[in-house]
């Protein structure tokens, strides 16, 4: 993006602020903070926890598989995980390291 920018085949548009606090955009802003943090909490727009969390992946977009622990009496979900790095991943990290070194 830097060097088509540099081209002028793009202009590089202000910041804005996210119109809603749940929108992809805030989304965007929350893992993208100066403050080393790659994750954040979502709230309402009236300012109340319980929208959604977000984080950084590690290796960007794409498919990731979540597993859920189900509570067998109950039938509800305990707990969910989200494999971003498999272990064969981890063994290639070297070549799939980001701007944040993870």
């Known amino acids: 993006m830097n060097q088509i920018i540099e081209d002028n085949e793009a202009v590089k548009m202000p910041d804005s602020p996210a119109e809603h606090p749940f929108s992809y955009n805030a989304c965007c802003k929350k893992t993208l903070k100066d403050d080393d943090s790659f994750d ?25 598989p979540v597993i859920a622990d189900i509570d067998k009496q109950s039938g ?22 980001n701007s944040w070194g993870f």
């Open 40 to 64: 954040g909490q979502l709230n309402f727009e009236m300012g109340h926890e319980g929208v959604g969390v977000v984080t950084c992946s590690g290796y960007g977009d794409g498919y990731y």
């Open 76 to 97: 509800r979900v305990k707990s969910i995980t989200v494999v971003f790095i498999n272990e064969e991943d981890d063994d290639d990290d070297d070549e799939h390291k």
